[in-house]
T-cell receptor, first 114, second 114 residues
Framework: AQSVSQHNHHVILSEAASLELGCNYSYGGTVNLFWYVQYPGQHLQLLLKYFSGDPLVKGIKGFEAEFIKSKFSFNLRKPSVQWSDTAEYFC????????????FGTGTKLQVIP | DVKVTQSSRYLVKRTGEKVFLECVQD?????MFWYRQDPGLGLRLIYFSYDVKMKEKGDIPEGYSVSREKKERFSLILESASTNQTSMYLC?????????????FGDGTRLSIL
């Protein structure tokens, strides 16, 4: 069974600071990787996804993530955060085949200080 | 745009009551999911369904059951509510048979069991 680890539970940054949120997964086979975001009071929504091709994936709102297969990692980055990026971020992994069971990480709360 | 609608944003029930949480999606998705979201634990899968009248247990099915009588509707049932079922419940849906399909989430139901 797959598992997902998010190392940072709570991150506080000032506006314009750079962001990197760690995500590691454990699964020996082919995976699909996702980052979701949950803004305060809103539903989870997809930031970006990866399943093949260029390991550097660009998503909405200036976010990007890099898949490093040898490290089983899919870290989320943004060069310069804004106050509006304050949210909880979830990394998720699904396996190919079947109904593609999705496993979520425990989430990282990001607080951006103006 | 995909719309996943959960019947209640907030719900308060008493211990021992039978509780129904309803979810409807409007995109003809085959797969539907119920998660609970707890601080520090991320999202944990309770049950999922890949077709009408089909259901599969997720990671934490104990104390819950589900019903899928129509493709667009997926109900979560707490047979006899207990205080440890106080949580945020999230419904999601996605397409089947296509790799890397993200899940689309509802706004969540915050359930309190007194």
């Amino acid at each position: 069974a797959q598992s997902v680890s998010q190392h940072n539970h709570h991150v506080i940054l000032s506006e314009a600071a750079s962001l990197e949120l760690g995500c590691n997964y454990s699964y020996g086979g082919t995976v699909n990787l996702f980052w979701y975001v949950q803004y305060p009071g809103q539903h989870l929504q997809l930031l970006l996804k990866y399943f093949s091709g260029d390991p550097l994936v660009k998503g909405i709102k200036g976010f990007e993530a890099e898949f490093i297969k040898s490290k089983f990692s899919f870290n989320l980055r943004k060069p310069s955060v804004q106050w509006s990026d304050t949210a909880e971020y979830f990394c998720a992994v699904s396996t190919s085949g079947g109904y593609q069971k999705v496993t979520f990480g425990t989430g990282t709360k990001l607080q951006v200080i103006p | 745009d995909v719309k996943v609608t959960q019947s209640s944003r907030y719900l308060v029930k008493r211990t021992g009551e039978k509780v129904f949480l309803e979810c409807v999606q409007d995109m003809d998705h085959e797969n539907m999911f119920w998660y609970r979201q707890d601080p520090g634990l991320g999202l944990r899968l309770i049950y999922f369904s890949y077709d009408v009248k089909m259901k599969e247990k997720g990671d934490i099915p104990e104390g819950y059951s589900v019903s899928r009588e129509k493709k667009e509707r997926f109900s979560l049932i707490l047979e006899s509510a207990s205080t440890n079922q106080t949580s945020m419940y999230l419904c999601a849906s996605n397409l089947s048979g296509v790799r890397n399909q993200p899940q689309h989430f509802g706004d969540g139901t915050r359930l309190s069991i007194l």
